[in-house]
């Protein structure tokens, strides 16, 4: 048995909201939309993790998601001019990265993130 897909699921009674957040600020593509259900991707090759967490590093709260970019300046630029409300950073840590924390239209915290 191989895992081929790894996908987290949202509740939302207001789909149509991802798209400013997850398609139009971030870029993903929308893969597929039956109405009910709206999926957000990449055609390209996107490494999956599942992490555990008993916080989200230097004394945050652990982030729901957590989406690594190559440009967190220009992803933060995005997020505030869309009017996203970023309630940690941009901050370069000591493990290596720079990031910050965004909510989502359904109030998931988001780690947005880069490796130095």
């Known amino acids: 048995m191989t895992v081929r897909r790894i996908i987290a699921n949202i509740d939302t009674r207001d789909i149509a909201a991802a798209r400013a957040f997850y398609g139009d600020v971030l870029g993903l593509d929308l893969l597929m939309d039956h109405g009910w259900i709206a ?3 990449s055609g390209a090759t996107m490494a999956v993790q599942l992490s555990f967490a008993e916080q989200g590093g230097s004394g945050t709260p652990t982030p729901d998601l957590s ?3 190559d440009d ?3 992803a933060l630029e995005g997020m505030e001019a869309a009017g996203f409300q970023i309630e940690y950073g941009p901050v370069d840590e000591s ?3 720079r990031r910050f924390y965004v909510r989502d239209p359904f109030g998931k915290l988001v780690n947005i993130l880069a490796h130095r």
């Open 39 to 41: 999926t957000y991707g």
């Open 72 to 74: 967190v300046d220009a």
């Open 95 to 97: 493990w290596g990265v």
């Open 67 to 69: 989406i690594e970019v």
